[in-house]
Antibody
Framework: QVELVESGGGVVQPGRSLRLSCAAS????????IHWVRQAPGKGLEWVAV????????FYEDSVKGRFTISRDNSKNTLFLQMNSLRVEDTAVYYC???????????WGQGTRVTVSS | EIVLTQSPATLSLSPGDRATLSCRAS??????LAWYQQKPGQAPRLLIY???NRATAIPARFSGSGSGTDFTLTISSLEPEDFAVYYC?????????FGGGTQVEIK
């Protein structure tokens, strides 16, 4: 079955960096776009970034543009999110989610928690 | 950016009741709208896509309707496991956006 497992979260000071990973299994990873979606404590869901199946196209939410970079390694079935210049407002659970091939999220990981605090 | 407004924020109902959740878009999203269910401590789960299509393994008591700017998620008869938060999401234009959620709680 489809499985997505995030890792790399933790506590970091404002201005520092963190790299999240999402390991995929149970489906043909190279054929799907994958998103990062985050959820601040007690808040709703917010789309962060997407990378298309071949890695050739990437889109970002405005508040993370220039700070976050999404990438993937199709040979290792892994998605990444490099987060630089972290801000307190980036504190959230970060989920990777598979694109259903039509812009919806049909499978999700369990999430990894990122806390930005001094 | 398309803003999705969900109402009500909280719905207090009993098992067996019918639940009607609303999602209104700030501009037309055609039928490009999905609904998700999220339980505490869990990731969201896709329920409905393209406004009215049930996702894989979603029970028939969940149904979606609407187009343009007004959408509805209906749960025909609430089961104990249906008490959760529900989000709508549009894929009509970038950035993809979610509504603020409706919490369905036990009355």
């Amino acid at each position: 079955q489809v499985e997505l497992v995030e890792s790399g979260g933790g506590v970091v000071q404002p201005g520092r960096s963190l790299r999240l990973s999402c390991a995929a299994s149970g489906f043909s990873f190279r054929n799907y776009g994958i998103h990062w979606v985050r959820q601040a404590p007690g808040k709703g869901l917010e789309w962060v970034a997407v990378i298309w199946s071949d890695g050739g196209h990437k889109f970002y939410e405005d508040s993370v543009k220039g700070r976050f970079t999404i990438s993937r390694d199709n040979s290792k079935n892994t998605l990444f999110l490099q987060m630089n210049s972290l801000r307190v407002e980036d504190t959230a659970v970060y989920y990777c989610a598979r694109d259903s091939l039509s812009g919806y999220y049909d499978s999700w990981g369990q999430g990894t928690r990122v806390t930005v605090s001094s | 950016e398309i803003v999705l407004t969900q109402s009500p924020a909280t719905l207090s109902l009993s098992p067996g009741d019918r639940a009607t959740l609303s999602c209104r878009a700030s501009q037309s999203v055609s039928s490009y709208l999905a609904w998700y269910q999220q339980k505490p401590g869990q990731a969201p789960r896709l329920l409905i896509y393209d406004a009215s299509n049930r996702a894989t393994a979603i029970p028939a008591r969940f149904s979606g309707s609407g187009s343009g700017t007004d959408f509805t998620l209906t749960i025909s008869s609430l089961e104990p496991e249906d008490f959760a938060v529900y989000y709508c999401q549009q894929r009509s234009s970038w950035p993809l956006t979610f509504g603020g959620g409706t919490q369905v709680e036990i009355k």
